[in-house]
Structures are given as structure tokens and as C-alpha cells.
């Protein structure tokens, strides 16, 4: 029996999903698989964990887990269950790739999809649970997509044996040809708020983020209240309309407009400025509860619901309304108007991210501004108003060459919905798309999944090491293409992982046995440690020397991403300005000193990354010294967590290397450097650039530039690295991201 809170209780029963318990429950009894779809905030992630414990799921030897494609989803969601259900963390728990608070106890299990892939490894009839759920499938994550085909199989295997397990698929928008096989659909009707769509007239091109700012200066003066959520396409671009937000909007917690702060003609002004504003208020069209079109809005209907208030349309009542639109122009301060603003994105610390669940502060509106996360992972509550950009910023990985880059593209219009939903949770809503109805008629139907766009080397890899030999066979429920999973091959088989194919043999006969290389022992070693094969490979390597800890570290710092603070950010305040120039000088001088001297230099930006984890280890990895360096904290830990971890997979490989983690270490020595050189060429053995030679003779767009042999065009060491001044005659690198220019990172000789 589950003693929930009245209060949670009561909140429980408004969710859609508790509605249908029965039937859901009912469909998980008489099938083994079962797809459950429902509308974001419709209750499915933290509600159906819940019914499958009280229907007894977990009260045998078996325990329930569920699979979040983000790490924010699974710990937050987790936390939340136990609270719901009255709960310690020990019983309802989570588990993501560096952390953990799982028990002898815990019952329900909460973990990224990558966790229980790597159990699959363990155990592949996971015995262990009684019933999974694979959440948020819609996002069709490459690890979710694997474990589906995976679990298909596994499901009726466990039946077999007389140990039944339930498979449920649960997801927001799906598409449902995709999940094939003993499926039984249940959409949770969307019982959401309706929400009144507006395109713009016109689509800005360039300065979005421009146009997202006026538009929520707009709303925030304009309508009644109620949370803001817009969407943007990355970091910098969050940050920068947060900056303008807070100067427009300036909310000062407490201490807010004390009497000497205020200025007595200002706040005169203010009055007769909010009387004013108390007048203009639109009031939003009146939305029939029973008679709503629910997203997504039919064809052509967008331009009879965006002529209620299209702002581009000329003399529309709307646009006499919002009359006095600031223009082109910076927005006036107003202190009057106390906006709440908050960033979301998922390099943001933790404890940050937590803060757009809270309530905002009496008195002023939220308003968070974010990145896709949260089109459907994290419900914020209290949005009424969304504003939409209608991008996203997506890596594209060139299949041929491995360049990678990020592009910012239109998004996909079952996302476009999605964002649009987050409006209507708790009352009617708005949602306002920064560009045109024939733009949005243009966006693909649905987003791809990820599996189709990105190298997966990584997976080959780990399924070979389950023993699925003809990957190509593998029941995806969408393959990936025929190419990646080649050069996938590939690379495993020059990184020894998998056996050379016999070398006889028509095209045809060796193309499929290319396919179908079985695994080494090697290739096992490498499959147990948690990154991509060719840093795995270098941790199998690493046992020359004693170089183990260094190579620990050098993955742990080359995997974890973005370890250096982003400091070229748009112009802020003077005195930001000023901070961030010191800081870029600080940072600049401390990269030097990491570097070190002598043969370590050879190591270039890979001494860079060991030196700044050495030295942030040194002053016990704290928050100051990561700030006061230029590191970012956040991944400063998620580097002492990994190299926690990856010791201890070490050790399991190999026992006797004996291991323990030693945060501080020594320099390495000049023949560990020349060791830890080798390994690393030995993991990037295809990542070899040579300068060129008798540039004065090439075109100048080949000055200082480097050939690889995979790309016609130059690559170049970025202003940033160790050997941007060097200029060594090869180098090898980790990988060429385009940029401005087509850079190396992670570069060493
Ligand atoms: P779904 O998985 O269908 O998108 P969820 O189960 O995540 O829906 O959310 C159901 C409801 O629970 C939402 O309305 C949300 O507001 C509420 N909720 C979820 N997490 C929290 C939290 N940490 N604090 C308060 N309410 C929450
Ligand atoms: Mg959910």
C-alpha cells in the first residue's frame, strides 16, 4: 500500500493517465509488450511506475525500471516519484552513467537508457526486473532505439523461461509504424489545455533571437499573467537574451527598489506608465473549452487563427494594441515590471536547472528561456505562454570525412507541436512561432531518429560484444544506414576489436562478411569500458609503464564534453566585459602553464586537459577554482566521477594492474609521454594530419593549414590550442569540428 500525501493525491487525479489506470494496467496484464501514447504532462512518466508497483510488479524478486533518454529526466523524475509515493530514494532510485543512489532496496529504478544497455552486457535476459519502461521514445535516442529491438526479443525470451517480464514503450508523439511487432497502442487522450497558435507574417532569417526578445518584451507588458517558455538553439544564444531580459526587466530579489534606489520622477513615471499599460491590456480571444482544435493545427488553418493576432499584419487591431513597439530598438528599463528569468540547457549545473520548478518570486512573471530541453522531457509549471524560434542546433556528422559540425536547422513540426503544448498545462495557452504558417508547412513531419545521423562505431561494438554477429539483421526500428554501419566495421576492425575478414572472395562475399566479423578478445575488453571504441582502446593500451592513471584521465578529459568555460560570449555590461577579458587572460596563462615543458609539450592540448584536471584535482576540485581557471564545473566532476569509474572497469579487466584512483599525480615522465603518445595514436591512428608543404606555391587559403587524407580542403590548429604557435610538421587529432574554419581539436605530435 502506498501512503501518498492528500495534497499529491489530489494533483494525481487531474492527470490524464490516472484516468485510464485500468485500461492500462489491464493491456500490461494480457500483453508482453505494450506502447503507451500519450501527450507530454499527461502523468505516463510519473504515473505508470507508479501503477505497476501497486498492481505488485515489484513486490517479488523483480524490481520495475524505467529508461530516460537525458540524465536531468532520471534523477528528477526519480526524486519525484519517491515524493509522490511517500517513498525513501533508497526504494525509488536512480542510476545515470557517473552516479547513483540505488539500494538493496530500491523497487523502482529510474536510469539513462545507456545504463541498462550496459546491464543488457551483464545480463542479457535482465532478470533482475519484473517490468521496463522505455520512456520518451519518441525521442528515438540511438540507445533507445537498440534497446527496443532489443528488448523485443528479450521480452518473449524471459516468457519462455516461465519468468515473464513487461515491456512498456511509452512516448508523446509517436510514430507508430515505427515500433513494430506485438504492439498494442493506448494514446492517454490529450487532456491539455487548449493552446492558440500565432505565426509570424514574416520569418526573420537572421536575427531570431532579436525577434524573440521583442516578442517576449512584448507579452511581458501586454498580457495577463503567466509563465514565459521560449525556445532557442543553444548557450550562447540563451544567454544572451537572458542578459537583454534582466537589463529590460531587472528584478532584484529582497532588497528589490529600496526608497534610495528609487528615483522619485522615475517611479512617477512608472505609475502613470503602468496606468497606462493597465488600459492597453489585451484581452486574449475567448477559447471555447468544448470546441478547441487540438494541436497540431490542421493545414491551413494556421492563417485563420494567425490573423487573430499576426503582429507583422499591418493595421491589424493587435498591432494598434501593441502600439508602442519599441522597434528596432533597445527596450527601456523598466523596473516596474519584475520579469523572473532563468536559463535552461543541459550543461547548466544541476542546481540551477532545479530552479525553473520552483514558483517564481511573489510579484513577478517567469520566464525560462531554453534550449530543447524542455520540448517534452521536463515539464515547467505554469507556462501559458511560449514563444518558439523553430530551430534547433543539431550535430551533423560528415559520414565520409567524420568532420563534425553544428548547424542550426529548422525543426521538425510534430516538434514544433510539442514545444507549442507546453503552453496549455495548467490553462489555456499561447503559443507564438517566430516565423511563417507556409515556413512551418515546409518542416519535416517528424524529426529523425538519431541512429540514422551519427557514427555508430560505439554500437556495432557493443552489440558484437552481445553476440548479434550480423548487425545488419538487427531489428532496428530504424537502421541505420548501410554506410555508417561499414565504416563502423571498420574502424573496430583497425582498432582490433573485431577479426579481419578473410581477404578472398568475390565483392559481394567479402561485402558480407565485412558485416559480419565476430569480435576479439580485445574487442571484449574494449566493449566493457563505458566510451567509444577508440578510447577504449586506449585504456586497454594503458597498462605499459604505469601510464594507466594518466590514460584514465586523458579519456575521462577527451569524453566528458566541453571541459573549458565558453568565455567568447557577446558583449554584455562593462564590467562583465571586463571580468570575462580577465578571465580569457587567466585562462590563456593557465593553459601555458599546463602544458608544461620540455617532451610533455608534444602532448600539446592533450597535456592541456591532464594538467587542468591535475591542478583542479590539486585544490580538491571546487567550484572556486573551476571558476577562478576558466573549467567548467560541472564537467570537472563529471571527469572525477568518470575516472572513479573507469578505474574500476579497469580493474575488473584486469585485476592485477591493481588500481586505486589517485586524484593527484605527477607529471608524467618523458617516457610516459612517449607511451602516452603512442596509445593515443594508437586510438586516432586514421586522425592524422600533416602540414603542407611549399605552401608559397598553393593557393593562400592553404596557409598554415594541415592535409588530411580523408579531406580535399586544408584543416587548421585553433587559435586556442597549445600548438597553435608550433605548427608541428604531423599531428594527430582527436576531431575536426567546422567551425568558421574547419578546425582540429584535441590536437598532439
Ligand atoms: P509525462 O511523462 O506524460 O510528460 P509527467 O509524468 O512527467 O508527464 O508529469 C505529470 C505532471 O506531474 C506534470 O503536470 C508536472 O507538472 C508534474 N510534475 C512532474 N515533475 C514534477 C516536479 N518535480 N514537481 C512538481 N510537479 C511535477
Ligand atoms: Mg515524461
Same mark, same amino acid.
Given at each position: 500500500?502506498?501512503?501518498?500525501?492528500?495534497?499529491?493525491?489530489?494533483?494525481?487525479?487531474?492527470?490524464p493517465?490516472?484516468?485510464?489506470?485500468?485500461?492500462?494496467?489491464?493491456?500490461?496484464?494480457?500483453?508482453?509488450?505494450?506502447?503507451?501514447?500519450?501527450?507530454?504532462?499527461?502523468?505516463?512518466?510519473?504515473?505508470?511506475?507508479?501503477?505497476?508497483?501497486?498492481?505488485?510488479?515489484?513486490?517479488?524478486?523483480?524490481?520495475?525500471?524505467?529508461?530516460?533518454?537525458?540524465?536531468?529526466?532520471?534523477?528528477?523524475?526519480?526524486?519525484?516519484?519517491?515524493?509522490?509515493?511517500?517513498?525513501?530514494?533508497?526504494?525509488?532510485?536512480?542510476?545515470?552513467?557517473?552516479?547513483?543512489?540505488?539500494?538493496?532496496?530500491?523497487?523502482?529504478?529510474?536510469?539513462?537508457?545507456?545504463?541498462?544497455?550496459?546491464?543488457?552486457?551483464?545480463?542479457?535476459?535482465?532478470?533482475?526486473y519484473?517490468?521496463?519502461?522505455?520512456?520518451?521514445?519518441?525521442?528515438?535516442?540511438?540507445?533507445?532505439?537498440?534497446?527496443?529491438?532489443?528488448?523485443?526479443?528479450i521480452?518473449?525470451?524471459?516468457?519462455?523461461?516461465?519468468?515473464?517480464?513487461?515491456?512498456?514503450?511509452?512516448?508523446?508523439?509517436?510514430r507508430?509504424?515505427?515500433?513494430?511487432?506485438?504492439?498494442k497502442?493506448?494514446?492517454?487522450e490529450?487532456?491539455?489545455?487548449?493552446?492558440?497558435?500565432?505565426? +509570424?507574417?514574416?520569418?526573420?532569417?537572421?536575427?531570431?533571437?532579436?525577434?524573440?526578445?521583442?516578442?517576449?518584451?512584448?507579452?511581458?507588458?501586454?498580457?495577463?499573467?503567466?509563465?514565459?517558455?521560449?525556445?532557442?538553439?543553444?548557450?550562447?544564444?540563451?544567454?544572451?537574451?537572458c542578459?537583454?531580459?534582466?537589463?529590460?526587466?531587472?528584478?532584484?530579489?529582497?532588497?528589490?527598489?529600496?526608497?534610495?534606489?528609487?528615483?522619485?520622477?522615475?517611479?512617477?513615471?512608472?505609475?502613470?506608465?503602468?496606468?497606462?499599460?493597465?488600459?492597453?491590456?489585451?484581452?486574449?480571444?475567448?477559447?471555447?473549452?468544448?470546441?478547441?482544435?487540438?494541436?497540431?493545427?490542421?493545414?491551413?488553418?494556421?492563417?485563420?487563427?494567425?490573423?487573430?493576432?499576426?503582429?507583422?499584419?499591418?493595421?491589424?487591431?493587435?498591432?494598434?494594441?501593441?502600439?508602442d513597439?519599441?522597434?528596432?530598438?533597445?527596450?527601456?528599463?523598466?523596473?516596474?515590471?519584475?520579469?523572473?528569468?532563468?536559463?535552461?540547457?543541459?550543461?547548466l549545473?544541476?542546481?540551477?536547472?532545479?530552479?525553473?520548478?520552483?514558483?517564481?518570486?511573489?510579484?513577478?512573471?517567469?520566464?525560462?528561456v531554453?534550449?530543447?530541453?524542455a520540448?517534452?522531457?521536463?515539464?515547467?509549471?505554469?507556462?501559458?505562454?511560449?514563444?518558439?524560434?523553430?530551430?534547433?542546433?543539431?550535430?551533423?556528422?560528415?559520414?565520409?570525412?567524420?568532420?563534425?559540425?553544428?548547424?542550426?536547422?529548422?525543426?521538425?513540426?510534430?516538434?514544433?507541436?510539442?514545444?507549442?503544448?507546453?503552453?496549455?498545462?495548467?490553462?489555456?495557452?499561447?503559443?507564438?512561432?517566430?516565423?511563417?504558417?507556409?515556413?512551418f508547412?515546409?518542416?519535416?513531419?517528424?524529426?529523425?531518429?538519431?541512429?540514422?545521423?551519427?557514427?555508430?562505431?560505439?554500437?556495432v561494438?557493443?552489440?558484437?560484444?552481445?553476440?548479434?554477429?550480423?548487425?545488419?539483421?538487427?531489428?532496428?526500428p530504424?537502421?541505420?544506414?548501410?554506410?555508417?554501419?561499414?565504416?563502423?566495421?571498420?574502424?573496430?576492425?583497425?582498432?582490433?576489436?573485431?577479426?579481419?575478414?578473410?581477404?578472398?572472395?568475390?565483392?559481394?562475399?567479402?561485402?558480407?562478411?565485412?558485416?559480419?566479423?565476430?569480435?576479439?578478445?580485445?574487442?571484449?575488453?574494449?566493449?566493457?569500458?563505458?566510451?567509444?571504441?577508440?578510447?577504449?582502446?586506449?585504456?586497454?593500451?594503458?597498462?605499459?609503464?604505469?601510464?594507466?592513471?594518466?590514460?584514465?584521465?586523458?579519456?575521462?578529459a577527451?569524453?566528458?564534453?566541453e571541459?573549458?568555460?565558453?568565455?567568447?560570449?557577446?558583449?554584455?555590461s562593462?564590467?562583465?566585459?571586463?571580468?570575462?577579458?580577465?578571465?580569457?587572460?587567466?585562462?590563456?596563462?593557465m593553459?601555458?602553464?599546463?602544458?608544461?615543458?620540455?617532451?610533455?609539450?608534444?602532448?600539446?592540448?592533450?597535456?592541456?586537459?591532464?594538467?587542468?584536471?591535475?591542478?583542479?584535482?590539486?585544490?580538491?576540485?571546487?567550484?572556486?577554482?573551476?571558476?577562478?581557471?576558466?573549467?567548467?564545473?560541472?564537467?570537472?566532476?563529471?571527469?572525477?566521477?568518470?575516472?572513479?569509474?573507469?578505474?574500476?572497469?579497469?580493474?575488473?579487466?584486469?585485476?592485477?594492474?591493481?588500481?586505486?584512483?589517485?586524484?593527484?599525480?605527477?607529471?608524467?615522465?618523458?617516457?610516459?609521454?612517449?607511451?602516452?603518445?603512442?596509445?593515443?595514436?594508437?586510438?586516432?591512428?586514421?586522425?592524422?594530419?600533416?602540414?603542407?608543404?611549399?605552401?608559397?606555391?598553393?593557393?593562400?587559403?592553404?596557409? +598554415?593549414?594541415?592535409?588530411?587524407?580523408?579531406?580535399?580542403?586544408?584543416?587548421?590548429?585553433?587559435?586556442?590550442?597549445?600548438?597553435?604557435?608550433?605548427?608541428?610538421?604531423?599531428?594527430?587529432?582527436?576531431?575536426?569540428?567546422?567551425?568558421?574554419?574547419m578546425?582540429?581539436?584535441?590536437?598532439?605530435?
Open positions: 500500500p502506498v501512503g501518498r500525501r492528500p495534497e499529491i493525491q489530489e494533483a494525481r487525479l487531474k492527470l493517465v490516472l484516468a485510464e489506470e485500468q485500461v492500462i494496467m489491464e493491456a500490461v496484464r494480457e500483453n508482453t509488450c505494450i506502447v503507451l501514447c500519450g501527450e507530454t504532462g499527461s502523468g505516463k512518466t510519473t504515473q505508470v511506475p507508479q501503477f505497476l508497483y501497486e498492481a505488485g510488479y515489484a513486490s517479488g524478486n523483480g524490481i520495475i525500471g524505467i529508461t530516460e533518454p537525458r540524465r536531468v529526466a532520471a534523477v528528477s523524475m526519480s526524486h519525484r516519484v519517491a515524493k509522490e509515493m511517500n517513498l525513501s530514494t533508497r526504494v525509488v532510485s536512480y542510476q545515470i552513467r557517473y552516479e547513483g543512489n540505488v539500494t538493496s532496496d530500491t523497487k523502482i529504478k529510474f536510469m539513462t537508457d545507456g545504463v541498462l544497455l550496459k546491464e543488457v552486457q551483464k545480463d542479457f535476459l535482465l532478470q533482475k519484473s517490468a521496463i519502461i522505455i520512456d520518451e521514445a519518441h525521442e528515438r535516442s540511438v540507445y533507445t532505439d537498440i534497446l527496443i529491438g532489443l528488448l523485443s526479443r521480452a518473449p525470451l524471459r516468457k519462455k523461461k516461465g519468468r515473464p517480464m513487461k515491456l512498456l514503450v511509452m512516448s508523446a508523439t509517436l507508430i509504424e515505427d515500433f513494430t511487432e506485438n504492439r497502442l493506448f494514446p492517454v490529450a487532456r491539455q489545455f487548449p493552446v492558440t497558435v500565432h505565426f +509570424n507574417k514574416r520569418t526573420p532569417m537572421e536575427d531570431y533571437t532579436g525577434e524573440a526578445f521583442h516578442k517576449i518584451c512584448k507579452i511581458h507588458r501586454m498580457l495577463p499573467p503567466g509563465g514565459i517558455l521560449v525556445f532557442l538553439t543553444g548557450q550562447a544564444e540563451v544567454h544572451s537574451v542578459r537583454r531580459l534582466r537589463k529590460a526587466f531587472p528584478f532584484r530579489p529582497r532588497r528589490a527598489v529600496t526608497e534610495e534606489e528609487e528615483e522619485p520622477d522615475t517611479s512617477e513615471k512608472t505609475r502613470q506608465f503602468k496606468k497606462a499599460k493597465q488600459k492597453k491590456t489585451v484581452s486574449l480571444p475567448r477559447i471555447d473549452l468544448d470546441n478547441y482544435s487540438a494541436l497540431p493545427v490542421d493545414e491551413g488553418d494556421e492563417d485563420r487563427l494567425a490573423g487573430i493576432d499576426d503582429e507583422e499584419e499591418e493595421g491589424s487591431d493587435l498591432d494598434l494594441e501593441f502600439g513597439d519599441p522597434g528596432d530598438s533597445e527596450e527601456k528599463t523598466d523596473p516596474s515590471l519584475p520579469l523572473y528569468v532563468l536559463p535552461l540547457y543541459s550543461l549545473a544541476p542546481e540551477q536547472q532545479a530552479k525553473v520548478f520552483h514558483p517564481p518570486p511573489t510579484g513577478t512573471r517567469l520566464c525560462v531554453a534550449t530543447n530541453v520540448e517534452t522531457s521536463l515539464t515547467i509549471p505554469g507556462v501559458k505562454y511560449v514563444v518558439d524560434c523553430g530551430r534547433i542546433k543539431k550535430r551533423f556528422y560528415d559520414r565520409v570525412t567524420g568532420v563534425s559540425s553544428f548547424k542550426v536547422t529548422w525543426t521538425s513540426q510534430a516538434s514544433a507541436n510539442q514545444r507549442a503544448g507546453r503552453a496549455g498545462r495548467t490553462e489555456p495557452g499561447h503559443c507564438y512561432r517566430l516565423y511563417s504558417s507556409a515556413v508547412g515546409d518542416f519535416s513531419e517528424f524529426s529523425e531518429a538519431e541512429i540514422t545521423r551519427r557514427p555508430v562505431d560505439d554500437l561494438l557493443q552489440m558484437k560484444d552481445l553476440n548479434i554477429e550480423k548487425v545488419v539483421n538487427f531489428p532496428f530504424t537502421p541505420p544506414p548501410g554506410e555508417a554501419l561499414v565504416s563502423a566495421e571498420q574502424l573496430l576492425v583497425s582498432l582490433g576489436a573485431l577479426e579481419e575478414p578473410p581477404r578472398t572472395g568475390r565483392l559481394k562475399q567479402l561485402e558480407r562478411a565485412r558485416l559480419s566479423s565476430p569480435i576479439t578478445p580485445l574487442g571484449r575488453a574494449m566493449a566493457s569500458f563505458p566510451v567509444a571504441p577508440r578510447y577504449a582502446k586506449m585504456l586497454a593500451l594503458g597498462k605499459q609503464q604505469d601510464c594507466l592513471p594518466y590514460v584514465i584521465t586523458l579519456v575521462a577527451m569524453t566528458v564534453r571541459i573549458f568555460e565558453e568565455l567568447d560570449r557577446p558583449a554584455g562593462e564590467e562583465e566585459n571586463s571580468k570575462l577579458a580577465q578571465k580569457r587572460a587567466r585562462l590563456a596563462q593553459r601555458r602553464l599546463w602544458a608544461g615543458q620540455g617532451a610533455s609539450l608534444q602532448l600539446g592540448d592533450l597535456m592541456v586537459m591532464l594538467g587542468a584536471v591535475g591542478a583542479c584535482e590539486f585544490a580538491g576540485c571546487t567550484p572556486k577554482f573551476s571558476e577562478d581557471n576558466g573549467l567548467r564545473y560541472k564537467a570537472m566532476l563529471e571527469i572525477r566521477r568518470l575516472r572513479g569509474q573507469l578505474t574500476t572497469a579497469v580493474n575488473a579487466v584486469c585485476p592485477e594492474a591493481g588500481l586505486f584512483l589517485d586524484a593527484r599525480m605527477a607529471p608524467p615522465t618523458v617516457s610516459q609521454v612517449r607511451y602516452l603518445r603512442q596509445i593515443v595514436l594508437a586510438g586516432l591512428g586514421d586522425h592524422l594530419a600533416r602540414r603542407v608543404q611549399a605552401e608559397e606555391l598553393l593557393d593562400p587559403k592553404w596557409r +598554415n593549414g594541415y592535409k588530411t587524407p580523408l579531406l580535399d580542403e586544408p584543416v587548421f590548429i585553433h587559435p586556442s590550442s597549445a600548438l597553435f604557435k608550433t605548427l608541428p610538421e604531423f599531428v594527430v587529432y582527436q576531431e575536426v569540428m567546422e567551425t568558421s574554419k578546425y582540429m581539436r584535441g590536437i598532439c605530435f
